[in-house]
T-cell receptor, first 113, second 110 residues
């Protein structure tokens, strides 16, 4: 079974802090994604990566950056956390072949105070 | 306009009921449609997928795509309390990205 592991289930950070969310997958998937999930807004794509050291902006990249130094690890960085970044963050991975489904982690609930 | 619109719910049904979950999509070029199920405090997991038009059945679940009306549905027969979850429809857009509906939360009462 594919396992996507997000390092923290719950995080509480202060406004202005730099926040790192870590995601690791164990199935050698090329593609990795970061989404945020908010009530009434659904899943929105923040950033994604097709391969190591590659990154592409999703639909809502403002205020975020990412890092993919190794194939299995994809990090989301909040450069200066703000209260409107309080959300559930979901990491996902998939193989690069066409129409492969996403495999999600269990999410990190981030609260910025 | 969102690329995928989902009936918002929430839905509450008695055990044994037939459930219909519905989405519409905007782009006739979309061909591959998925349903994800998300239990509370968990990430979404793929439940079913369909390619192009038609029906696909898996046990109590049937996924249906009507390309003429750009409508996708998930039917659950003999619903069980364990089916209580949020259901997300999704499709692939350009460059292999997935776009999701906002989700419908289903509660099946014993």
């Amino acid at each position: 079974d594919v396992k996507v592991t997000q390092s923290s289930r719950y995080l509480v950070k202060r406004t202005g802090e730099k926040v790192f969310l870590e995601c690791v997958q164990d199935m050698d998937h090329e593609n990795m994604f970061w989404y945020r999930q908010d009530p009434g807004l659904g899943l929105r794509l923040i950033y994604f990566s097709y391969d190591v050291k590659m990154k592409e902006k999703g639909d809502i990249p403002e205020g975020y950056s990412v890092s993919r130094e190794k194939k299995e690890r994809f990090s989301l960085i909040l450069e200066s956390a703000s209260t409107n970044q309080t959300s559930m963050y979901l990491c996902a991975s998939r193989p690069s072949r066409e129409y492969s489904p996403l495999h999600f982690g269990n999410g990190t609930r981030l609260t910025v105070t | 306009q969102k690329e995928v619109e989902q009936d918002p719910g929430p839905l509450s049904v008695p055990e044994g009921a037939i459930v219909s979950l519905n989405c519409t999509y905007s782009n006739s070029a979309f061909q591959y449609f998925m349903w994800y199920r998300q239990y509370s405090r968990k990430g979404p997991e793929l439940l079913m997928y369909t390619y192009s038009s038609g029906n696909k059945e898996d046990g109590r679940f049937t996924a249906q795509v009507d390309k003429s009306s750009k409508y996708i549905s998930l039917f659950i027969r003999d619903s069980q309390p364990s089916d209580s979850a949020t259901y997300l429809c999704a499709t692939y857009t350009n460059a292999g990205k997935s776009t999701f509906g906002d989700g419908t939360t289903l509660t099946v009462k014993p």
